[in-house]
């Protein structure tokens, strides 16, 4: 069955600070993943989809990006974050039928 | 442009039954996806829509009226554990599988 990995759970970090966080699969092979955010009281905003290694397309405008520089891996960056960047972090894959969500990461932005 | 609206709120008792409705605006639709999220956690799939009609899987039921753009969750039953929020997401046809997501109904059951 698959599995999705996210690292970390929780993270707090201060405006301008770097981010990096990881989305990493098991059980599944050349998966299309994806990155949402959710703002607190909001619907899931999709940020990235990724169909393939190194092939990220953008959702919205925004200071973050993403790689995937392996096939079960997708990480989500930033040079710079913002208060508004704060929000639950959710990586997904579908499997043709549905989209799975990983256990999210929670970043707050001070 | 593509617009999805759900209630954000409802409350039930426990036993009862709850509809929650979902209405959509869209171009390219595919199907339509109910996702269950308790607070704090990660969206669990529940159910997926492709045709018109009633698709049944246990408490939970999920209709589609694709000329309508309406689609509802039908929980009965209810649990105190059903206390969770429901998303509802249109999918789009294309090269991958783009959702996008209502912002959610906050389901309260109550005793």
């Known amino acids: 069955s698959q599995t999705i990995h996210q690292w970390p759970a929780t993270l707090v970090q201060p405006v301008g600070s770097p981010l990096s966080l990881e989305c990493t699969v098991e059980g599944t092979s050349n998966p299309n993943l994806y990155w949402y955010r959710q703002a607190a009281g909001r619907g899931l905003q999709l940020l990235f989809y990724s169909v393939g290694i190194g092939q990220i397309s953008s959702e919205v405008p925004q200071n973050l990006s993403a790689s995937r520089p392996q096939d079960r891996q997708f990480i989500l960056s930033s040079k710079k974050l913002l208060l508004s960047d704060s929000g639950f972090y959710l990586c997904?894959?579908?499997?043709?039928?549905?989209?799975?969500f990983g256990p999210g990461t929670r970043l707050l932005v001070l | 442009g593509q617009n999805i609206d759900q209630p954000t709120e409802m409350t039930a008792t426990e036993g009862a039954i709850v509809q929650i409705n979902c209405t959509y605006q869209t171009s390219g639709f595919n199907g339509l996806f109910w996702y269950q999220q308790h607070a704090g956690e990660a969206p669990t799939f529940l159910s997926y829509n492709v045709l018109d009609g009633l698709e049944e899987k246990g408490r939970f039921s999920s209709f589609l009226s694709r000329s309508k753009g309406y689609s509802y969750l039908l929980l009965k039953e209810l649990q105190m554990k059903d206390s969770a929020s429901y998303l509802c997401a249109v999918e789009f046809s294309g090269g991958y599988n783009k959702l996008i997501f209502g912002a959610g109904t906050r389901l309260a059951v109550h005793p």
């Open positions: 997904a894959l579908d499997n043709q039928e549905t989209q799975y």
